[in-house]
T-cell receptor, first 113, second 114 residues
Framework: AQSVAQPEDQVNVAEGNPLTVKCTYSVSGNPYLFWYVQYPNRGLQFLLKYITGDNLVKGSYGFEAEFNKSQTSFHLKKPSALVSDSALYFCAVSLVNDYKLSFGAGTTVTVRA | GAVVSQHPSWVICKSGTSVKIECRSLDFQATTMFWYRQFPKQSLMLMATSNEGSKATYEQGVEKDKFLINHASLTLSTLTVTSAHPEDSSFYIC??????????FGQGTRLTVV
């Protein structure tokens, strides 16, 4: 079984400040980890993924995430948030040999000007 | 990557009627597609795995006769909500998975049953 927890329903930051969206996972085996972003009434857009290798993963739109095996975490970060980053963010996990994704509950990010 | 097109983007139907949602993989032959349901400000719930040329695999609690899935070709899967009721109103999203399980999503379909 696999699961994802996003402990914060909502994150509010001022434009220009650092943004962090938290994610922890539980999986029996080696995980593939993903972050997706969703804008209102739209499908999900891929931001980044961790498969193997370097624990720091860089993705689209200036986002990055750090895989921490000991803490089973995969927090999403952006050094300087933009108003346009306001959206719903999902962390997801899958096992290496299984296409099924398990999603976290999502975190709504609001960046104020 | 993969381009996934979902149609329609939104639909309003009367209670008791059926609605068909199409999911097309435009540049990739997908033997497997996934259908999700999303309630407002909530996560995606996997409904079923659509398998080309065979029966879909439904998640626990999802009614097979209510949500009919057909995957007749490598580029098209359809989800038909039969005898729709207001509680079926939701946002439905399909996806295709490629290398290393990266998923590509359709733009979603907003279904409103009145």
């Amino acid at each position: 079984a696999q699961s994802v927890a996003q402990p914060e329903d909502q994150v509010n930051v001022a434009e220009g400040n650092p943004l962090t969206v938290k994610c922890t996972y539980s999986v029996s085996g080696n995980p593939y980890l993903f972050w997706y972003v969703q804008y209102p009434n739209r499908g999900l857009q891929f931001l980044l993924k961790y498969i193997t290798g370097d624990n720091l993963v860089k993705g689209s739109y200036g986002f990055e995430a750090e895989f921490n095996k000991s803490q089973t975490s995969f927090h999403l970060k952006k050094p300087s948030a933009l108003v346009s980053d306001s959206a719903l963010y999902f962390c997801a996990v899958s096992l290496v040999n299984d296409y099924k994704l398990s999603f976290g509950a999502g975190t709504t990010v609001t960046v104020r000007a | 990557g993969a381009v996934v097109s979902q149609h329609p983007s939104w639909v309003i139907c009367k209670s008791g009627t059926s609605v068909k949602i199409e999911c097309r993989s435009l540049d990739f032959q997908a033997t497997t597609m996934f259908w999700y349901r999303q309630f407002p400000k909530q996560s995606l719930m996997l409904m079923a795995t659509s398998n080309e040329g065979s029966k879909a695999t439904y998640e626990q609690g999802v009614e097979k006769d209510k949500f009919l899935i057909n995957h007749a070709s490598l580029t098209l899967s359809t989800l038909t909500v039969t005898s729709a009721h207001p509680e079926d109103s939701s946002f439905y999203i399909c996806s295709v998975s490629r290398r290393q399980n990266r998923a590509f999503f359709g733009q979603g379909t907003r279904l409103t049953v009145v």
